[in-house]
């Protein structure tokens, strides 16, 4: 069984541009979490979607968003990029009726 | 704010020692517990997942629950350099579709 795939594993960009980030759950998984992972703040939870609809919300600005497709596959985007959205921005599933999370190999958002 | 709390370490441990690496959660609403372990460059991977008190074992490893204190450890058995890596704790909200990740501890296994 695939594991959660996330694209693309690494990116650069610049200040004031946007990125969005790609993550397809394991087969079957209908819950796509979003976590943002810096040596300083840790593991922080970005948003979690569900059947297309999200349902709940970390604290985060709003220059965060995604969005779930109808199957599964979840998006990311940060619009106006600061030096410090610079992370590892990482994406799990989860299976029905269990509460863990299988994370996939994370995309490495570099702002310069 | 609900808190996950962990030591960041490290902690030091020789080659087939028992490592014991402790959390405490906050929220008393917290139902279910999980072990990640996450190695320098790589993702979190899920190791254990604790949602009753008391032990659960598997292999060389064993998790520990204490809801009345909040308190969840995980003990590693015959400790390899292998196992050299951050350990993060995590619980679940009340409605199971957040979890609080802690700080992390870092395991180093000495040869």
């Known amino acids: 069984k695939a594991g959660v795939t996330q694209t693309p594993r690494y990116l650069i960009k610049t200040r004031g541009q946007q990125v969005t980030l790609s993550c397809s759950p394991i087969s079957g998984h209908r819950s796509v979490s979003w976590y943002q992972q810096t040596p300083g703040q840790g593991l922080q939870f970005l948003f979690e979607y569900f059947s297309e609809t999200q349902r709940n919300k970390g604290n985060f600005p709003g220059r965060f968003s995604g969005r779930q497709f109808s199957n599964s596959r979840s998006e990311m985007n940060v619009s106006t990029l600061e030096l410090g959205d610079s992370a590892l921005y990482l994406c799990?599933?989860?299976?029905?009726?269990?509460?863990?999370?299988?994370f996939g190999e994370g995309s490495r958002l570099t702002v310069l | 704010q609900k808190e996950v709390e962990q030591n960041s370490g490290p902690l030091s441990v020789p080659e087939g020692a028992i490592a014991s690496l402790n959390c405490t959660y906050s929220d008393r609403g917290s139902q279910s517990f999980f072990w990640y372990r996450q190695y320098s460059g790589k993702s979190p991977e899920l190791i254990m997942s604790?949602?009753?008190?008391g032990d659960k074992e598997d292999g060389r490893f064993t998790a520990q629950l204490n809801k009345a204190s909040q308190y969840v450890s995980l003990l590693i058995r015959d400790s390899q350099p292998s196992d050299s890596a951050t350990y993060l704790c995590?619980?679940?909200?009340?409605?199971?579709?957040?979890?609080?990740f802690g700080g992390g501890t870092r395991l180093m296994v000495k040869p």
């Open positions: 995590a619980a679940n909200n009340n409605a199971g579709n957040m979890l609080t």
């Open positions: 604790i949602y009753s008190n």
């Open positions: 799990a599933s989860r299976g029905p009726g269990t509460g863990e999370l299988f």
